[in-house]
């Protein structure tokens, strides 16, 4: 939001709207030449009217007005003048509830595909690979060796887990040949590392 203390410093002194904070790659708003620090004053040429803290779900709600695949104009302030860029909306990213979950009952843990908001949340770039653990069970075989919700499997037995079929596969070689070791390669916030899954194939 637009507020009254970075409207001044900003020279909008009075004006309200939105200031850019992120512009996520390979999206319309980047086609469109939206940039990080471009403030956002009108839509369609209705002011976007924010201006404190608690004004942050007014630019969604008119842009949600809108049909997807339908068409904005946006006033915006940019390097001490006013322009206005046209950006085509486009649909919402599929939610993380909304993907597909691989349970492995045998290893205890549960993983879904990475959501768009996942990548958004942990800064990782538009084209990251890998899984997301949604659940590991309470003292399961993923647990004891260090792997907890959250986590995203970048790979498994040496091979790269790009996505959940990927990992399906690999997960059903291992359950045929039944090594005593699985290491796994994992990224936790900004950090990554190995893990050794210790199975006990006679329980």
Do not use: C
């Not at 203390?5 to 030449?33: I, P, S, W, Y």
């Not at 997807?68 to 939610?95: I, N, Y």
């Not at 079929?165 to 997960?171: G, H, S, T, V």
């Amino acid at each position: 939001v637009l507020s009254r203390d970075l409207a001044d410093v900003l020279g909008l002194k009075g004006m309200k709207g939105v200031r850019v904070t992120r512009v996520h790659g390979g999206t319309t708003a980047e086609v469109a030449g939206l940039k990080v620090g471009d403030v956002l004053l009108k839509m369609d040429g209705q002011v976007i009217n924010a201006s404190r803290p608690e004004d942050g779900s007014i630019f969604e709600n008119l842009i949600r007005q809108y049909d997807t695949d339908s068409e904005v104009e946006l006033s915006v302030f940019r390097g001490g003048k006013e322009d206005t860029v046209t950006v085509p909306l486009q649909s919402r990213p599929v939610s993380a509830d909304e993907l597909d979950e691989y349970e492995d009952t045998d290893f205890e843990f549960t993983a879904r595909e990475l959501a768009f908001k996942d990548k958004v949340e942990r800064r990782l770039a538009e084209g990251a690979k890998g899984v997301m653990l949604s659940k590991v069970e309470g003292s399961g075989w993923a647990e004891l060796a260090g792997l907890a919700a959250g986590d995203i499997l970048l790979t498994v037995a040496d091979k790269p887990v790009d996505g959940l079929d990927d990992l399906k596969a690999i997960m059903a070689e291992i359950k045929k040949t039944r090594p005593r070791q699985v290491v796994v390669f994992v990224r936790r916030g900004i950090y990554t590392g190995y893990r050794e899954l210790e199975p006990d194939w006679a329980e």
